[in-house]
């Protein structure tokens, strides 16, 4: 089975610019999460969709934002970017089980300038 | 905020065991302790969860205090890779529910 696969793997944006960021779910799996982590913190938990609707959203203001599509794939936008938005971001999968755990991928490094 | 308390740092010799604590004395009824670890420039990986009953799988054992109030993952014999920082999380296993990370243990493994 393929696991979480993220896109993309490095990006340098401009103050004030636009990014998508971009994750496509593991097999089966109906619920994705995302999470920003900025260099020597814990990961912080952005939004999280479950079959293409956001049931639960963490302390990030209105310019992120995000969509989940049918197939269950999902992006992450970012208006109006700053420089603390520079961090890793990470996309996580589950198949909405409960007890399951989360299978993350390997994230997509954003840097503001 | 994490509902968790963990040690900021650790160290181990290698091929022997890391027994990583963690607090969470104001954990509900309904909610499982779960521990991730992350490597360096990786996402997180799932280790082992419980609920109350000690747990063991192929990765690491959890030990978990009677009153709940506290565990501890073991890995019983460390190797260099086990190098990360590992992340004690209390969530309720319900579909939607997210992961709620705090600083974690950064574990160092030495020869």
């Known amino acids: 089975e393929t696991g979480v696969t993220q896109s993309p793997t490095h990006l340098i944006k401009t103050r004030g610019q636009q990014v998508t960021l971009r994750c496509s779910s593991q097999?089966?799996?109906?619920?994705v999460s995302w999470y920003q982590q900025a260099l020597g913190q814990g990961p912080q938990f952005i939004f999280q969709?479950?079959?293409?609707?956001?049931?639960g959203r963490g302390n990030f203001p209105p310019r992120f934002s995000g969509l989940q599509f049918p197939n269950y794939s999902s992006e992450l936008n970012v208006n109006a970017l700053e420089l603390d938005d520079s961090a890793l971001y990470l996309c996580?999968?589950?198949?909405?089980?409960?007890?399951?755990?989360?299978?993350f991928g390997s994230g997509t490094r954003l840097t503001v300038v | 905020d994490a509902k968790t308390t963990q040690p900021p740092s650790m160290d181990c010799a290698e091929g022997r065991a890391a027994n990583l604590p963690c607090n969470h004395s104001?954990?509900?009824?309904?909610?499982?302790v779960y521990w991730y670890r992350q490597i360096h420039s990786q996402g997180p990986q799932y280790i082992i969860h419980?609920?109350?009953n000690n747990e063991t799988n192929e990765m690491a054992s959890l030990i978990i205090t009677e009153d709940r109030k506290s565990s501890t993952l073991i890995l019983p014999h460390a190797t260099l890779r086990d190098t990360a920082v590992y992340y004690c999380?209390?969530?309720?296993?319900?579909?939607?529910?997210?992961?709620?990370f705090g600083k974690g243990t950064t574990l160092s493994v030495s020869s």
């Open positions: 419980g609920l109350k």
């Open positions: 097999s089966g799996h109906n619920t």
């Open positions: 969709y479950y079959r293409e609707e956001e049931n």
């Open positions: 996580a999968s589950s198949p909405g089980t409960p007890n399951y755990g989360y299978t």
């Open positions: 104001t954990i509900s009824g309904n909610e499982y």
């Open positions: 999380i209390v969530r309720v296993p319900q579909a939607g529910t997210a992961l709620i």
